[in-house]
């Protein structure tokens, strides 16, 4: 039951309405979450529980097919046409919306790229990058569920 309340909260923190209508107030303090009818609350703890798992990584299959090229040493990061270059014959395929990915400000992928310049990606590397992008779809999709749905419209 617990459970319930975080993924709830969870799905409530991820609603772009409700960011749209309280960013100012999230920026200087703690968040307020709204309760909403029972028939919101269940909605929104069937996102939150979807949010939750993906954000820990709970059942992301890697796809091997993310990467072009042979090359893995990190040379730049540059992003042209849902291709995110290391080298100049190496790309990740990488939709524009999950590469313009956005937390705390940051741009994910391309953080976590160029944290890695000038070293050689291992197999694992690119696995996790490519769950990342994984991650990123299906957050973006629930997302836009979640606004559809959300009585702050």
């Known amino acids: 039951m617990t459970e319930d ?11 772009p309405n409700y960011r749209k209508r309280y960013g100012e107030f999230l920026k200087i303090d703690f968040p307020r979450i709204p309760l909403y009818e029972y028939e919101f609350f269940e909605k929104y703890k069937k996102i939150g529980k979807e949010l939750a798992e993906l954000h820990l990584m709970k059942n992301i299959k890697p796809n091997p097919r993310i990467i072009v090229g042979k090359d893995r040493k990190i040379e730049f990061v540059r992003y042209k046409n849902g291709k995110a270059y290391i080298t100049d014959n190496t790309y990740f395929e990488i939709p524009q919306e999950v590469w313009e990915y956005k937390i705390g400000g940051y741009n994910v992928l391309e953080k976590y790229l160029k944290y890695r ?14 769950r990342m992008v994984e991650i990123i779809k299906r957050t973006l999709k629930l997302t836009e569920v979640l606004e559809k749905i959300s009585p702050l419209k």
């Open 5 to 15: 309340f975080l993924y709830y909260i969870y799905a409530i923190l991820h609603d």
């Open 117 to 130: 310049k000038g070293r050689e990606l291992t197999l694992d590397e690119i696995e996790h990058i490519s």
